[in-house]
């Protein structure tokens, strides 16, 4: 076969010598097979395997077969990726987050069996073989050596455990991807199962630890597929008018920490969720008078980009660049000063609670919904349904210096309250959520009660339009409530969630509803 | 004044000339103070200090005063210091960790506030400033060494913490502590602040990383009251049958682990919760086949003495020595030995997330209740009144290889089913429940979704009894849930502890209830 253009970025001659179409690869991957595949965001999945894989899948089970694959990832990935995938009934079992429309969709019929497990605690479980066998991986590089090691793409996940637990792997070498990559990696091979396991030698985010390149049993490369693609990510929106608040509210508060001492004037390593708010919040900062800040993160958006172009960020750390095409030219075009000052690691590495408490993060989440208790929901809509998943918010809320999470206060036009009598889901408890911030205002919940929390989280976080009922509830419950540690009206603890399912809304009607 | 017979053990000159008697030191609190006292368990808590603080508040509140303190621990304590300020109303605000009967009750009718936090928080939290300011520490030791050094006590809990912060301290030193304590202790100073931390250096349970003493500040030292006391721990209970029936399926769970090579022969080292399914767990390893264990826990009671004394344990690292009465003397009687085999540390470190995760504990801690998704409460009865609190059950279950939830499947006998449709309060989440335990069975959970845990937690650990409610309540929330992630009925999640509230019984009535 021709060798396509990519042929320069595959420069050993055993791999070389396995270069073949995203079909041919994908015929290669069983039916019932378990496999890993890259991407961490749409940054460094792969690109064409995975919609090979899907036509096969369709064009199998339309004569009647039942082909189907477990998925692991290192996060969500891309439509190309989870959407293709999930269009044909192809996945059985997805693991460890996920965002696709089509994908939450199956999974909430009931169709696709979904395990939301703690990103820092994915890798290591394949090790201890406690999710069961890799089967196939399937990981995008930017490049292959001579003596076949890997270049990583835009993001390294879990690539590292994939490659290394995998019994077979196939390669998408994207030679769309920025040469500039190569040498911003730090692959941590020190990691080991215990008894084994030592520190881990890192005192500051962007301290070197490892390599810039993932090692390979290349008797393990069954398929080498050349590509030439973007990763698909979306371009930034506009900063709203509640982000910006929220970050205002965030800025005063680190602020204010300053100057009571309790934060260094250059803050400590950020960490922040993606989406409009972090990016809200970013810009912030980048207004603000902190200097000389650091990021120790998973994921670098725009956000983080124009931190580092304006010298405000010294250094920034993740496990995936994942620019909008506007934000990638421009990096592009100051690639070899940036490259310098981010590196790309592991996901083991990048949420690793050792490395999260020892560095002291400022850990900035976002949450789907919060009780008056500061009990906080990230993954569910009404109780039942999977939005997203826990991420990474578990590893850095619980070990973080500081752990912020943030929220307008209202969903759905005004019909969804985001603070709730009782959260009916809960992924980060009472005891990991320091601090809580809607556009409204920003409750800060150390060193408070229960009852204390809830009426400081109701006079500065609930949207004003809810505060009566929920005052309401909370003066109930404070009355009829059995236990007074947490005040609770069980009958009605659940009640607001109920109500938007039958009618469309949280609010009570006027009279109360039937 | 004369000097007790504890002179023996005050061996520091400036230090002598502090002595004075408990009522002496307890003047010099004032009201309002927040106070840092020693004690995880009863094990080393102060004796007399306490009691004389509580006659001085029920003297100075009958005369109409306000005197109340903020109280901060190691864990729970003893009668003599939760129950004796408890009795006269003298605490109004207490962390980390608590269990007496008379603040509970205080708790649970809002009388007094209570903040619920990991354990392995707490020190870093007063470090940083998050929890106010110390004024005074009560700490238990066993000596005071000529050049101001102090052996500590039978706990270590946040005694470093609370000596460094306070503005004054208070020592009792207990005489009646056994001579053996001296060199049992490793204190840790390397801890420091972000961004100044670094790595922990231990990679096993029995390395020593500190110092045998507690540093103190001697001009820091207000009172030194001489006691002789013995920590007042209860006896050990006979084990029951059920707590011998989850200890046997424990046991067989450990066995198939190492079978299938997922864990190593001699296991990894134990972290056990305190109480009688702990202890029959520890005593179901004690008829095993397995050999040199290790542990690595909070609290040492007889079960690991048992262990240490047939040899299977090797070492044990705690933060406590609470052994029963019976236990105590069975230490002394070869404690030349027995002291080398184990250490006491403080309990940032005994807890610390970086520790557990790199020795790869085998967590395994009480539940009061757990739903049929494995999201488990462990701190609250009927989603409102405190039973104790978190202690350390999340530092060690977030980060440990294992993390094993064991409890009765029914308590009050037989009227409370403690797996529920929906846990009423959330401690620990689904992200961080591997392995479910009752007297019926034990439920594999690693890997698997939401539904699939339901049907394996109610097929292994729903009680007979209870089995035909829960899966009528399942196989109803398939039908009826909005989403399929995690089905649930909303208007019914919480309808079990509602009945129990209302009838003292979760059991459904024959003809459905009103």
């Known amino acids: 076969m021709t060798i396509p253009s990519s042929a320069d970025r595959i420069l050993n001659d055993v791999l070389r010598t396995r270069?073949?179409?995203?079909?041919?690869?994908?015929?290669?991957?069983?039916?019932?097979?378990?496999?890993?595949?890259?991407?961490?965001?749409?940054?460094?999945?792969?690109?064409?395997?995975?919609?090979?894989?899907?036509?096969?899948i369709e064009r199998i089970n339309a004569q009647g077969g039942q082909f189907r694959i477990g998925l692991w990832t290192g996060a969500s990935t891309s439509p190309e990726l989870d959407g293709a995938l999930a269009k044909v009934h192809g996945i059985d079992r997805r693991l460890p987050y996920q965002s696709d429309p089509v994908a939450r969709?199956?999974?909430?019929?009931?169709?696709?069996?979904?395990?939301?497990?703690?990103?820092s605690h994915v890798a290591q479980y394949v090790w201890f073989g406690f999710l069961g066998h890799l089967d196939v991986a399937v990981v995008e590089v930017s490049g292959i050596l001579p003596d076949g090691r890997l270049i990583p793409s835009t993001s390294v996940g879990n690539n590292k455990t994939w490659l290394d637990q995998?019994?077979?792997?196939?390669?998408?070498?994207?030679?769309?991807?920025?040469?500039?990559?190569?040498?911003?990696?730090?692959?941590?091979?020190?990691?080991?199962?215990?008894?084994?396991?030592?520190p881990i030698p890192m005192l500051h985010p962007h301290d070197r630890i490892g390599e810039p390149y993932l090692r390979c049993d290349l008797n393990k490369v069954i398929a080498v597929v050349p590509t030439h693609a973007a990763d698909k990510l979306s371009a930034y929106k506009p900063l709203?008018?509640?982000?910006?608040?929220?970050?205002?509210?965030?800025?005063?508060?680190?602020?204010?920490?300053?100057?009571?001492?309790?934060?260094?004037r250059n803050l400590l390593p950020l960490q922040s969720g993606v989406g409009n708010i972090a990016n809200a919040v970013l810009a912030g900062l980048n207004q603000s008078a902190f200097e000389d800040m650091t990021a120790y993160t998973e994921v670098l958006q725009d956000g983080m980009l124009d931190l580092l172009e304006s010298g405000k960020l010294r250094s920034a750390s993740a496990t995936a660049l994942a620019l909008s095409p506007e934000g990638f030219k421009r990096f592009e075009a100051r690639a070899d000063e940036l490259r310098q000052r981010i590196l790309l690691r592991p996901q083991e590495i990048s949420n690793h609670p050792e490395l999260i408490r020892r560095m002291g993060l400022i850990a900035m989440n976002a949450l789907i919904e919060a009780d008056i208790y500061g009990n906080v929901n990230s993954t569910h809509l009404m109780g039942t349904s999977i939005m997203n998943g826990i991420g990474g918010s578990g590893d850095y809320a619980r070990n973080a210096y500081l752990s912020i999470f943030m929220s307008p206060s209202t969903a759905k036009g005004g019909q969804i309250s985001c603070i709730v009598?009782?959260?009916?889901?809960?992924?980060?408890?009472?005891?990991?959520?320091?601090?809580?911030?809607?556009?409204?205002?920003?409750?800060?919940?150390?060193?408070?009660?229960?009852?204390?929390?809830?009426?400081?989280?109701?006079?500065?976080?609930?949207?004003?339009s809810y505060r009566d009922p929920i005052s309401d509830y909370f003066e109930r419950a404070l009355k009829g409530s059995v236990g007074q540690q947490t005040p609770h009206l069980l009958t009605e603890a659940l009640s607001w969630?109920?109500?938007?399912?039958?009618?469309?809304s949280m609010r009570p009607a006027a009279s109360p509803a039937a």
Request: hydrophobic share 40%; glycine share 8%.
């Open 421 to 464: 009598p009782m959260a009916s889901h809960v992924d980060h408890t009472e005891h990991d959520v320091q601090v809580l911030v809607t556009e409204q205002g920003l409750a800060d919940l150390r060193g408070l009660a229960p009852r204390q929390r809830a009426k400081l989280i109701i006079a500065k976080c609930v949207h004003p």
């Open 105 to 119: 969709q199956q999974i909430n019929a009931g169709e696709m069996n979904y395990i939301d497990l703690h990103l």
């Open 497 to 504: 969630h109920q109500r938007y399912l039958d009618t469309g």
């Open 19 to 56: 270069i073949m179409s995203a079909e041919q690869a994908a015929e290669l991957i069983p039916a019932g097979a378990t496999v890993g595949m890259s991407g961490f965001t749409a940054a460094g999945a792969p690109k064409a395997v995975p919609q090979a894989l899907a036509r096969r």
């Open 240 to 264: 709203d008018e509640d982000s910006q608040r929220i970050a205002a509210h965030i800025v005063d508060f680190l602020e204010h920490e300053v100057q009571h001492g309790r934060l260094p």
């Open 166 to 198: 995998a019994d077979a792997i196939i390669l998408e070498v994207n030679a769309g991807q920025p040469a500039a990559l190569d040498g911003m990696h730090d692959i941590y091979y020190g990691t080991d199962r215990p008894p084994n396991r030592k």
